[in-house]
């Protein structure tokens, strides 16, 4: 089974990517063939900060090296390193419909917010198709926001080999229930583009200020709340503190005389505890960044032989050669 997901270079990673893609992504390690990688490209529709960029990559790669992936089971690799996506992506891109691009949520939210669009926002999901071909990749765990681009790639497969031929392995998305969408602090799906993340590796102080910061409603501690397991914060608490614990605390929630901001001090301090062993191992990581970078770029290799394997399949199905 080929395992491969992939995530943006686009900012600080948070508990919605921890618990959303990369556990599930470092977990499928055990079971597969797995491929992870930083979609550098793909940040280049809406970060325009070349120094960001390469700072953000180092971070991705240096986040989920400290969250446990390892390098010798996975292949963790840069996007850019493998420019045979962008040969692919236009290989699809001329038997995409137009309609297909158009009917895609995160691109129709973007012109709804009034954001300016760009042609590569727009073909994006043609890029995430080629990402997902190129490896014949059979499972790709996202969070929920990216089902609709893994089923893009199967139509755009499918409409490619009905065109050209058998080329393509059909990808399924895997998405767990659990973690479908982790709750940001102002109860809307965590993101960083609604500035309501809690950061995996962020400051100390800074995150203490942003869980303490939840919005609840202002019922007192005494009152029983009925609706104990609903608020963000006991959602946050299930995903960072043993079951036993968060159930605990719902308890005392829904019998009343248990106060949110006890809640809150109690997710602060699982949460820390919960990063505590990847903190440590990303400072060690810190100061090595040489062997980070020779870990992505061993990564490109090995990415880079399967990924230009399949190009040469598609490039002779339509004709290139
Ligand atoms: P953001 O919304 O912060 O920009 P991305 O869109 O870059 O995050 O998401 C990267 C990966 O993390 C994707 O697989 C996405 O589905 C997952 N993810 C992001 N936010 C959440 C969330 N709140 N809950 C579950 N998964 C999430
Ligand atoms: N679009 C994904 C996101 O924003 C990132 C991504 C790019 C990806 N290419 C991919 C995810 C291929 C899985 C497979 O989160």
């Known amino acids: 089974m080929r395992i491969l997901s992939g995530i943006q270079p686009s900012g600080a990673l948070h508990l919605g990517n921890y618990f959303g893609m990369m556990r599930p992504a470092i ?19 809406s970060l325009f900060d070349a ?5 953000n990559t180092m971070d991705v790669a240096l986040d989920f ?10 292949v963790l690799f840069r996007q850019s390193d493998v ?3 962008c040969e692919l992506t236009w290989l699809l891109s001329t038997i995409t419909p137009m309609g297909l691009l158009e009917r895609c949520h995160s691109y129709k939210d973007k012109v709804a917010h009034g954001i300016a669009v760009n042609h590569g926002l727009f073909a994006y999901p043609v890029l ?7 490896y014949d990749s059979n499972v790709v765990p996202v969070g929920r926001d990216q089902k609709q681009h893994v089923e893009v790639t199967r139509d755009i497969a499918i409409k490619f080999n009905e065109t050209y031929g058998e080329t393509f392995v059909l990808p399924e998305p895997r998405i767990r229930d659990e973690v479908a969408v982790v709750p940001g602090t102002d109860g809307q799906k965590m993101s960083k583009s609604y500035g309501n993340t809690v950061e995996i590796f962020g400051d100390e102080k800074a995150q203490r200020k942003k869980i303490m910061s939840i919005v609840m ?3 007192t501690p005494q009152e029983p709340k009925p609706d104990a397991d609903q608020n963000s914060a006991i959602r946050l608490l299930k995903l960072v503190a043993p079951a036993a614990v968060a159930d605990d605390i719902e308890n005392r929630l829904r019998a009343g005389g248990f106060g949110y901001g006890d809640l809150k001090k109690a997710l602060f301090e699982h949460y820390w505890n919960f990063f505590a062993e990847a903190r440590a191992r990303r400072r060690e990581l810190e100061a090595n960044l040489d062997h ?3 870990t992505l770029r061993s990564g490109a290799e090995r990415a880079r032989t399967v990924a230009a394997a399949t190009l040469k399949r598609a490039r002779r199905a339509c004709g290139l050669e």
């Open 83 to 85: 420019p045979e996506h």
């Open 292 to 294: 980070v970078e020779a």
């Open 128 to 134: 995430m198709a080629a990402d997902i071909l190129i």
């Open 27 to 45: 977990e499928l390690q055990n079971q597969g063939d797995a491929y992870i990688f930083i979609a550098d490209y793909h940040s280049m529709t």
């Open 65 to 74: 090296l400290a969250c446990g992936l390892d390098a010798q089971r996975t």
């Open 217 to 219: 409603d202002s019922r």
């Open 51 to 55: 120094a960001q960029r390469r700072r």
